[in-house]
Nanobody, 127 residues
């Protein structure tokens, strides 16, 4: 069982930056093959994929809407995945969730393929 705790959200002006964190506990050597993902959900919208990373080899994948602005990374020693968000836009405002899965493809962005979820952290971007 993997537990995820997301943090780092807040209020930022358009053009600003935030870094989200997702701390993973309950990890074992088998979880080194996990795929970690960030998703977001705005009011009235479905949860949408933002970025993902393979824990062991650090391969990454991004939604087109955030490519070149957001960076996903992980710190193995801390068991934490980060999402550095730069050049934020009002459209980026949402509750951001981190997820984890132990099978499948980094390119499969469907939320239903992720097994474990954090509680979400709110990102608000003022124009």
């Amino acid at each position: 069982q993997v537990q995820l705790v997301a943090s780092g959200g807040g209020l930022v002006q358009a053009g600003g930056s935030l870094r989200l964190s997702c701390a993973a506990s309950g990890r074992t050597s088998s979880t080194d093959t996990y795929i970690m993902g960030w998703f977001r959900q705005a009011p009235g919208n479905e949860r949408e994929f933002v970025a993902s990373i393979i824990w062991s080899v650090r391969n990454t994948y991004y939604a087109d809407s955030v490519k070149d602005r957001f960076t996903i990374s992980r710190d193995g020693a801390k068991g934490t995945v980060y999402l550095q968000m730069n050049s934020l836009k009002p459209d980026d405002a949402a509750v951001y969730y981190c997820g984890a899965k132990n099978s499948g493809s980094i390119y499969d962005t469907r939320p239903a393929t992720y097994t474990y979820w954090g509680q979400g952290t709110q990102v608000t971007v003022s124009s």
